[in-house]
């Protein structure tokens, strides 16, 4: 498994971390492996019983590696989505059988864990970031955490069952709001909305008491009612996810998402055309 990401299981509790502190536990090529590979993992890990999932240093997930992003200011017309295929972990790719390609499997992967999964969030969870943390069943998050549906400030749509998830935490017109804004929202908002199960100052300890505490419950009762609620939750999902597909397709290297990423990185308003 890619050292972008570590787990260690002890009483049950499977503590995964996101291990790219330098940068914010941004997404590249090897985090979208690594983050797919440790889920894979603990689908039939034996002896599991909750997951913690958590970003180490300062960030939860920042999303999308700039460098991605600049390399698409930078050619003018590149696809990000072509040139991240050179390379293992191209978030486009897809594998028989699945619903998803990549890019949606390292937030669906953990709806298909068999057992509860607590994101613990703090610092940035931003894009992608955001997305990760809602395909968790419960998001404990630190009130000062900034957060944001990131991708149409880049000229893009939520594209890792980012509008799926969403739909499921919040009423539609919040949902539309953080989606067509791209806002910048802090925790506290979070919580209001929906999209924070509880607040905390202490996020990962407390997610760690409250996995801690799950996995002192019969293991049988727990999976199964994990798989009761995604009966109800995910009607609908296999073709959600390929209009997702379909539609950020159609935007990836448009002159409208060149120019929204240029003038991103130049510090310019944007000119986009009608």
């Not at 889920?39 to 960030?59: C, F, I, Q, W």
């Not at 703090?122 to 900034?146: E, F, M, N, S």
Request: hydrophobic share 40%; with cysteine; proline share 4%.
């Amino acid at each position: 498994m890619s050292d972008r990401v570590t787990i260690s299981i002890t009483d049950g509790v499977a503590d995964v971390r996101l291990n790219r502190a330098d940068k914010r536990n941004a997404l590249d090529n090897a985090m979208f492996r690594g983050i797919a590979d440790a889920g894979e993992r603990l689908k039939t890990e034996p002896g599991v019983r909750a997951v913690v999932l958590s970003g180490d240093g300062a960030s939860f997930c920042a999303g999308l590696d700039f460098s991605s992003m600049q390399a698409l200011a930078d050619s003018g017309s590149d696809d990000v989505e072509k040139a991240a295929s050179q390379n293992d972990g191209n978030p486009g790719e897809m594998a028989d059988g699945r619903i998803t390609h990549l890019g949606q499997q390292v937030c669906w992967v953990w709806q298909e864990i068999p057992v509860p999964v607590i994101a613990a969030v703090h610092g940035h969870a931003l894009g992608g970031g955001i997305q990760i943390a809602l395909g968790a069943d419960i998001r404990i998050v630190h009130p000062d955490t900034k957060m944001s549906v990131r991708e149409i400030h880049w000229g893009l749509v939520p594209d890792m069952t980012g509008t799926f998830m969403l739909s499921t935490l919040v009423r539609p017109d919040v949902a539309r709001e953080l989606t067509y804004t791209a806002r910048v929202f802090d925790g506290r908002e979070a919580h209001a909305l929906g999209l924070a199960t509880k607040l905390s100052e202490t996020p990962l300890e407390d997610a760690m008491a409250l996995a801690r505490e799950i996995a002192g419950r019969s293991p049988g009762a727990v999976r199964g009612a994990k798989e009761l609620f995604n009966r109800l939750d995910h009607d609908g999902a296999a073709d959600a996810f390929a209009e997702e597909r379909r539609v950020i397709g159609a935007q990836i290297g448009s002159p409208n998402q060149v120019e929204a990423v240029m003038s991103g990185f130049e510090n310019r308003p944007p000119v986009f055309v009608d």
